[in-house]
């Protein structure tokens, strides 16, 4: 599994690929559970770009569970982009439109959580849809 992240002003989009399963899922966890610290550079929340997520076990959503609840107790949010059908297959189940904010692209979930962090990514960007 590979998982990027890039920081846009007060939000940290993590891009991970492949399968989120019990396999990948440690690495997931860790990766999660550094951009959950303060000090991680998301003040205002995370959005998880799930264009490149093919599978999602329910490892993968205790990981946002536990990454909710972090961010939550601080005053931040957490959303997801781009789920796969498969995957939003699973978050429908398991009602995690309760536990996580769902946005069809990244820039509809950075204009939910910050002004700042959807400047910042257009600027990035060219303003083009992500």
């Keep these: 599994m590979d998982i990027a992240n890039r920081t846009y002003a007060d939000v ?3 891009e991970p690929a492949g399968r989120i399963d019990y396999a990948a899922g440690v690495d997931f966890e860790r990766a999660v559970a550094q951009l959950t610290d303060p000090s991680a550079g998301a003040r205002a929340g995370l959005v998880f770009d799930m264009r490149r997520v093919e599978y999602m076990s329910s490892l993968g959503l205790r990981v946002l569970i536990i990454a909710a609840k972090a961010l939550r107790s601080r005053g ?3 959303a997801v982009a781009h789920l796969q059908p ?3 297959e699973i978050f429908a189940i398991a009602r995690f439109d309760n536990i996580v904010e769902i946005h069809p692209t990244v820039s509809d979930a950075l204009a939910a959580l910050s002004s700042e962090a959807l400047a910042a990514h257009r600027a990035a960007t060219g303003g083009g849809p992500s």
């Design 86 to 88: 498969v995957v939003a």
């Design 76 to 78: 931040a949010r957490i």
């Design 12 to 14: 940290v989009v993590v």
